[in-house]
């Protein structure tokens, strides 16, 4: 496995592969990997040729500079794991490498038709706009035959479709397929996060109610009666009740649309709770 810090270097690779008729996959990280992340380079490696990671902590997707200071960083950690499941290449620029002084800080928009308007994109402004223009340079470096993303950042996930799709790269990427993985949990139902590493052992404890709330409303939504408005507010107010937990938002939600439904049919919960100061994200379809 070769690490490459570099546009250059990592455009020559590229090329190199794209001459051989090699096929690649990427896997777009911010580093601190765990079997999540490891998940979806497996399958990148088992699909294709060449497999890329990137690990770079995108500081444009921060709104928040404590976050972005506290955000975990290890990349001979990662650099080991990656290796050991058979990752090809390793692009970990610094952000001075990977941006211009004016795109780091711009603050063009991209039209995600309302995606992110809801959830995240409400909580966060400007996320989207920065993970979509990290990855979108990172598919112009790239060339990827596919892309693989979990779907832990469900919204993240529908914001890329829906910038491949419909978007002007559609004629850019035109081949590019990207590759929905399910989320990977710890055996306790807690979903592996790099935030995760920030939690003491006892808030890693207090967090397993979030997952466990989620798989039990799975119960409530099946009860008579039930209705989307309840199951909601019943999740806020068992996460809330639990000391140390605060719900930031709960909302079920259209799996395709990001909009509030009235039916369990074809949704999903999204959860976004504070464990102490560790902001936390997980969701469950329904
Ligand atoms: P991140 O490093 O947090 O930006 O995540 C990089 C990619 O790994 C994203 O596509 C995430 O959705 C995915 N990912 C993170 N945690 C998990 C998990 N527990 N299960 C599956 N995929 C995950």
Same mark, same amino acid.
């Given at each position: 496995?070769?690490?490459?810090?570099?546009?250059?270097?990592?455009?020559?690779?590229?090329?190199?592969?794209?001459?051989? =008729?090699?096929?690649?996959?990427?896997?777009?990280?911010?580093?601190?990997?765990?079997?999540?992340?490891?998940?979806?380079?497996?399958?990148?490696?088992? %699909?294709?040729?060449?497999?890329?990671?990137?690990?770079?902590?995108?500081?444009?997707?921060? !709104?928040?500079?404590? %976050?972005?200071?506290?955000?975990? &960083? !290890?990349?001979?950690?990662?650099?080991?794991?990656?290796?050991?499941? +058979?990752?090809?290449?390793?692009?970990?620029?610094?952000?001075?490498?990977?941006?211009?002084?004016?795109?780091?800080?711009?603050?063009f !928009?991209f039209?995600?038709?309302?995606?992110? &308007?809801?959830?995240?994109?409400?909580?966060?402004?400007?996320?989207?706009? +920065? $993970?979509?223009?990290v990855?979108?340079?990172?598919?112009?470096?790239?060339?990827?035959?596919?892309?693989?993303? +979990?779907?832990?950042?469900?919204q993240?996930?529908?914001?890329?479709?829906?910038?491949?799709?419909?978007?002007?790269m559609? =004629?850019?990427?035109?081949h590019?397929q990207?590759?929905?993985?399910?989320? $990977?949990?710890?055996?306790? =139902?807690?979903?592996?996060?790099? /935030?995760?590493? /920030?939690?003491?052992?006892?808030?890693?404890e207090?967090?397993?109610?979030?997952?466990?709330?989620?798989?039990?409303?799975?119960?409530? *939504?099946?009860?008579?009666?039930a209705?989307?408005q309840? @199951?909601?507010?019943?999740?806020i107010?068992?996460?809330? *009740?639990?000391?140390?937990?605060?719900?930031?938002?709960?909302?079920? @939600?259209?799996?395709?649309?990001?909009?509030?439904?009235?039916?369990?049919?074809?949704?999903? =919960?999204?959860?976004?709770?504070?464990? +102490?100061?560790?902001?936390?994200?997980?969701?469950?379809?329904?």
């Open positions: 496995m070769q690490i490459v810090s570099t546009k250059k270097e990592l455009q020559d690779l590229v090329k190199a592969c794209k001459t051989e =008729g090699k096929t690649i996959g990427l896997v777009p990280t911010m580093g601190a990997l765990h079997q999540g992340h490891a998940s979806l380079v497996k399958r990148a490696v088992e %699909d294709n040729d060449i497999c890329i990671v990137s690990v770079f902590v995108n500081p444009t997707q921060f !709104n928040n500079k404590e %976050d972005l200071a506290k955000y975990p &960083r !290890n990349i001979e950690r990662d650099a080991q794991l990656l290796s050991s499941i +058979g990752a090809h290449y390793v692009f970990a620029p610094t952000p001075e490498e990977m941006y211009s002084k004016e795109e780091m800080n711009s603050t !928009n039209d995600f038709a309302g995606l992110d &308007r809801v959830m995240e994109g409400k909580m966060r402004p400007g996320h989207f706009n +920065g $993970v979509v223009q990855v979108s340079k990172l598919f112009y470096l790239t060339q990827p035959d596919k892309a693989y993303f +979990g779907e832990k950042d469900f993240q996930l529908a914001i890329i479709h829906h910038m491949v799709e419909r978007s002007s559609a =004629g850019t990427f035109g590019l990207i590759i929905d993985c399910p989320i $990977v949990r710890e055996e306790s =139902g807690l979903a592996l996060s790099s /935030r995760n590493e /920030r939690l003491s052992a006892e808030e890693k207090t967090a397993l109610a979030i997952s466990k709330t989620l798989f039990e409303s799975l119960k409530w *939504a099946k009860m008579e009666g209705t989307v309840a @199951v909601q507010q019943r999740v107010d068992t996460i809330n *009740a639990v000391p140390g937990l605060e719900v930031e938002y709960y909302e079920i @939600v259209d799996q395709t649309t990001l909009l509030t439904t009235d039916t369990f049919n074809h949704a999903i =919960g999204c959860v976004t709770v504070y464990c +102490g100061p560790v902001r936390l994200i997980d969701n469950i379809k329904y």
